[in-house]
């Protein structure tokens, strides 16, 4: 639930959350140790490889001579993962006797290739840790909720560019408009990178008159890794739907010397060249730099994209325990003809003419920039703390200028043409984002702690200006334009008379602390427990100034249960708030308005099978979200304020997955989900919506992706996805079901060298991705068929 506080000192009750977590505490007494070397397979000690002991969040670093050390360890069985630096993870059991030395375990890794043959059970596809649910390296296995983890291998041979394009494979996420993702029925749209906010394809901080809006898909050219996190999570990350988060993990330099060449052509005149190269200088410093670049057209008329992307990393390593990371991006981002709506569509989701047809003229364009720069610090001080933190800078800027649908003539969808406006807008916001958070093992009699303790702070400065020329149905001059037979130059935007220019200004800042613990009752049964204070000081100008604070509290509390170690039972609930607009606080706009709220529980199975070379995770969850906002059709108590909004709705959502992945054999992968979701709205101030779907929300989903290397260096995937009907219930119309499948053929011609032939929608299928919020607008039409070749060279590889 959401808790306002009225006091100016909220840090006081994150204070005292933190004590009682610490309270009957001691400090750990290090019972013995492992130590060891990890070297490569020709022998030479291998620095900067992460040494992990399963199930106990414990871990260390090897040095320049490959040498690492675990303290504070009972006697016991243990398991290590030696990871990290481009080679091949790899495990070892370990046992310490109650008596005698320490044990000595010495690691010896493979360098990693392209080809699954080599990768017999846990290595570039399958993950088996995630910080993104706790903050700290956690199994997947001992974590109680619902997580998923995509590695850069499964994103390459998927070979897939954008965000959306992973919805797929992900159970109870699926596309709506944009930017925008439905997470266990609920849509939402921001997105983390390296566990900070920061989105540089287009942020929605506080939601400024929607001006963080954005129709720019996540590019996952710098991509290394995504992490999925299922349910609320704002006791550790703040305010945000209750459906879920994903997180962005971007490339970093390499141990050892790597690079990467890439060149793709395809269908609709695609063109891309990527070039990745990065390795150490001297013995404490890596360096990487790379640039991506690509040009595709659309099967949308006039449409089209131009994406360039500029990474630069650097590391330095003060020695085995400190670690310093800086990394910049540059992003540019060309749409032509766009912003791109859907294809009109009738009540029953039909389209009213072709896919291919667009509503925008060739001169539209949309002109995206970001600049990133992120540092990043991890620390693993004698003392048994671990300290990491991440600062962020961005700055981004959005020009969009495009011919925008406004209805149909006559006004009914057997309309022959569609009016349109013209609008002028521009968006910028530059972004301070800053997390840190400190972490170690205690002990309270037999009872293991990994407590952690951090604090957040976001602040985002928006900037949205907007100017329009009107359609000529309403004395304008915008002509319309024929939905059969589209005559395109006719809207000339420099023959127009724009409106004088709106102006919103926001600044909202946000301050949080939150404290967890992470708890190893015994072999059979682990606990976690979150919780979170979030200060919010927000303040704008639209017309008139607008400024908001408030306070809110989160927490999570899970169960996990392991009968056998490959086998873990789990419960969990967690709760969730978003906050209000900025200019919907307004009084005009029937302000101030209190947060939406949420909470989930959910319950589930893992299983590690065929000696944990295959991950089975069943769950069922249930979202109860109230005090949702929905626009006023009044437009506020005077009528004229188009941010206004009521606080009338209520909704829930309740499901099950089904996930299933891994490796069958050395040569066979398979990525396998399901996901039934059932939504419905509780309450509106429109009867005749009460108990309908949310929107864009399907009942059934289905994704798989499969590869089998049918010899030794040529493999095979296929891959489906299948989505059940979804509703604009307060639009009134539906988008139907589809189902399409892809084929890819890889061969590697040695280590250096690999083609890869893909196709996308082998039947050519017809369908729609998701509903727009009018029937003028439409639905979004999925592509047509697609053919790819790719060529990837890495000339440093062995």
């Known amino acids: 639930m959401v808790v306002r506080f009225f006091t100016s000192h909220p840090i006081r009750l994150a204070l005292a959350f933190t004590f009682a977590f610490s309270l009957g505490a001691q400090e750990p007494q290090p019972l013995s140790s492992i130590t060891g070397r990890v070297r490569s397979a020709a022998g030479d000690p291998l620095r900067g490889i992460a040494i992990t002991v399963q199930g106990l969040a414990i871990s260390a670093e090897t040095g320049a001579d490959g040498a690492y050390s675990l303290s504070g360890l009972d006697p016991g069985e243990y398991t290590l993962v030696a990871s990290g630096g481009g080679y091949v993870p790899r495990e070892q059991g370990v046992t310490i006797p109650a008596s005698g030395p320490p044990p000595v375990a010495d690691f010896e890794l493979d360098g990693m290739a392209t080809s699954i043959d080599v990768v017999e059970s846990l290595k570039e596809y399958h993950v088996e840790e995630s910080s993104l649910a706790t903050r700290t390296a956690t199994r997947i296995l001992d974590l109680p909720q619902s997580v998923q983890v995509f590695a850069n291998q499964w994103i390459e041979d998927r070979a897939i560019l954008e965000g959306n394009e992973l919805y797929r494979n992900i159970s109870g996420l699926n596309q709506s408009t944009y930017s925008a993702m439905v997470f266990r029925g609920f849509t939402q749209r921001e997105l983390l990178f390296n566990g900070a906010r920061g989105n540089p394809f287009g942020s929605l901080e506080g939601d400024v008159n929607n001006a963080g809006f954005s129709t720019s898909q996540i590019r996952l050219t710098n991509v290394q890794r995504v992490e999925v996190l299922k349910g609320p999570v704002a006791s550790v990350y703040g305010a945000g739907e209750p459906g879920g988060l994903i997180n962005y993990v971007t490339k970093q330099p390499t141990e050892v010397l790597d690079g990467e060449l890439q060149f793709r052509i395809g269908s609709f005149g695609q063109r891309m060249a990527n070039a990745d190269f990065g390795g150490p200088v001297g013995k404490r410093v890596l360096l990487r730099g790379a640039f991506y670049l690509e040009d595709r057209d659309s099967f949308r008329a006039n449409a089209g994209s131009l994406n360039s992307h500029a990474v630069a990393d650097l590391v330095f390593k003060a020695n085995e325990r400190h670690r310093f990371a800086l990394q910049g991006e540059f992003i540019n981002q060309g749409l032509s003809a766009a912003r791109l709506r859907g294809i009109p569509v009738d009540a029953d989701g039909n389209w009213l003419t072709y896919i291919q047809w667009s509503g925008n003229e060739p001169t539209d364009k949309i002109k995206m920039i970001a600049r990133v720069l992120q540092a990043r610090g991890d620390h693993n001080f004698q003392s048994g703390w671990d300290v990491s933190y991440t600062f962020r800078v961005l700055g981004f800027e959005n020009n969009d200028n495009c011919h925008e649908p406004r209805g149909f003539n006559p006004p009914t969808a057997a309309g022959r043409t569609i009016r349109r406006e013209y609008r002028d807008f521009y968006r910028s916001n530059d972004d301070w984002s800053g997390v840190g958070y400190a972490s170690r093992s205690v002990m309270t009699g037999t009872v293991r702690h990994r407590i952690l303790f951090g604090t957040e702070y976001f602040a985002q400065d928006h900037v949205f200006r907007s100017r329009r020329a009107r359609e000529q149905e309403v004395g304008g001059p915008v002509p319309a334009i024929d939905l059969f037979n589209p005559i395109y130059g006719r809207g000339v935007p420099g023959n127009y008379t724009l409106s004088a220019p709106a102006i919103s200004t926001g600044e909202t800042k946000r301050l949080g602390v939150f404290a967890q613990d992470q708890i190893i009752i015994n072999r059979y049964v682990q606990a976690l427990f979150s919780g979170r204070v979030d200060r919010y000081d927000d303040k704008g100008f639209a017309d008139v100034p607008v400024s908001f604070q408030d306070t809110a509290a989160s927490g999570r509390a899970g169960i996990l249960l392991k009968p056998r170690e490959q086998v873990s039972i789990f419960a969990s609930y967690a709760n969730s708030f978003t906050r209000a607009p900025l200019f919907a606080q307004a009084p005009a706009a029937n302000g101030p308005h209190t947060a939406e709220t949420g909470g989930q529980v959910e319950g589930g199975v893992k299983v590690e099978m065929l000696q944990r070379r295959l991950l089975l995770t069943s769950s069922v969850f249930h979202i109860n979200k109230d005090n949702i906002l929905r626009a006023d059709p009044n437009f506020g108590p005077a009528g004229d304020n188009f941010n206004a909004v009521l606080p009338v709705g209520k909704a829930r959502s309740t499901g099950y ?142």
């Open 657 to 798: 997955e089904f996930n299933l992945e891994g490796f069958f054999t050395s040569r066979w992968y398979a990525a396998f989900n399901y996901a039934l979701v059932d939504t419905k709205i509780l309450r509106d101030n429109v009867p005749a919506l009460i108990g309908r779907p949310l929107a864009n929300a399907p009942r059934h989903s289905t994704g798989l992706f499969t590869r089998y290397n049918v010899l030794r260096n040529t493999g095979v995937g296929f891959g489906i996805e299948q989505v059940s009907e979804r509703v604009e219930p307060f639009a009134g119309f539906r988008a139907p079901g589809y189902l399409i499948a892809d084929a890819a053929l890889y061969h590697d011609f040695s280590s250096r060298a690999r083609l890869q032939l893909q196709v996308t929608n082998l039947a050519n299928s017809t369908h729609a991705l998701a509903a727009l919020f009018a029937t003028r607008v439409g639905n979004f039409p999925g592509q047509p068929r697609a053919v790819m070749l790719t060529l990837t060279v890495n000339p440093f590889r062995r």
